[in-house]
């Protein structure tokens, strides 16, 4: 009987191939969700796409899923990073979650002047990443990078457009570029960009600045709204 | 000294006017928010825009705020509606303060086939959207609707176009008709919409269908996802 259950794993999957369960893997699976011996799901892990899977050991400490047929290809997300300003941690998580769903390839917490942003935990992030993965039917899994200053990213800015996300532009049209290509967006932490910050970043080859309509978005909206308009005009929804 | 808190009121707005406060509003900004005499604020009622105000007289149970002059006109949001079918607290919570920053006019929660949603609190959800409106500078507050069955909405559906958003149509690109005037959003429902559902909305006329990306998004997502997408084609991001 298959369940909805769809499991992110380390392992190589292929028509018989088997993976064994960690603990936590256990307890997740027939701790948690009550799966038994024969019970279905789905495995992704990020390089062979999705595969069904069958439960052919349960224990409380681990098991073994057998493998058997391919449901859907390796669909990589487009080559788009999201690059935001992590303030509170409920935010931050939500962040990192719509960023998967809405499919960015790679979540990228930047510190910039008008933030103080507390320690980021990328380990607990990525879970959250995976969990998104698990969730939105995403086949690969992104990648959250470590918290940098965001002037450290501009000094060694990779051949890379970027959507810079400007509340100081409110009232103009959001457009793009139709240039297809790696793509970052920068959302606006919530104090807003520094002037040297707005300065440098419009004075880039390749940066493109976005307005996000009349009122002033949270960080997380703005991170939606902003991922829609590329995803629509340049990525994987068009 | 101006405070960057703008606050809703019930009273009217203009010119040297004076708006007293109630218990709670006085417990917020002189409490809560350490305002004092002679501070200032911004003050909105939905009707004439947006002004300044000065603290008069600040008490424990309540106070005085005298208006001098108008900082922003009266900016309705387009005649748009959200409608959503509300789940979980937390997520019906966001789906309201996103409605508010993205711009709805209009808030309708409603029942689906699939959703077996608990009691809405049509009052709470009143309160975060005003919140919402003085966090994100709008200048009207949208209202939140009661609960209703679609079925019994469409039964007695107005002229209005209604862009339903269907994971059925993953894959293909989101397109929207360049036609002005009332519309609505429908989020699908997490667990998708009825056959009965589907099929009566797509023989509505009026109806586009939308499809919001190859992946599965929560419903406070594609609530975000579906407002940028008609705002910058059809609304007030343009």
Redesign the interface.
């Known amino acids: 009987m298959a369940s909805d259950i769809r499991l992110y794993v380390d392992q190589p999957l292929g028509a018989g191939s088997t993976v064994p369960l960690s603990r936590e893997q256990a307890h997740y699976l027939f701790g948690v969700m009550r799966l038994g011996v024969g019970a279905g799901l789905r495995l992704f892990n990020g390089r062979d796409g999705e595969w069904v899977a069958e439960v052919a050991e349960a224990g409380k400490r681990g098991g073994v899923l057998a493998v058997s047929e391919q449901t859907a290809p390796l669909?990589p997300p487009p080559d788009l990073w999201l690059m935001f300003a992590p303030i509170k941690k409920a935010r931050t998580d939500f962040i990192v979650?719509?960023a998967v769903?809405?499919?960015a390839a790679r979540i990228v917490p930047v510190q910039t002047d008008f933030t103080n942003s507390e320690r980021v935990r990328t380990d607990r992030l990525q879970i959250h990443a995976i969990e998104a993965a698990e969730?939105?039917?995403?086949t690969v899994v992104p990648e959250v990078a470590e918290l940098a200053r965001l002037s450290t990213l501009l000094d060694r800015w990779p051949d890379r457009r970027l959507m810079f996300c400007d509340e100081g532009l409110a009232g103009t049209?959001?457009a793009l570029p139709d240039a297809p290509g790696p793509w970052a967006i920068l959302i606006g932490p919530e104090g807003g960009f520094s002037d040297a910050e707005r300065t440098r970043l419009q004075g880039m080859e390749g940066a493109h600045p976005v307005?996000?309509?009349?009122?002033?978005?949270?960080a997380d909206?703005a991170a939606?709204?902003a991922?829609?308009?590329w995803?629509?005009a340049l990525?994987?929804?068009?």
Do not use: F, Y
């Open positions: 669909r979650e719509k769903e809405m499919g969730q939105c039917g995403a049209p959001p307005a996000l309509g009349p009122r002033i978005l949270r909206t939606v709204a991922l829609t308009l995803q629509a990525g994987d929804w068009r």
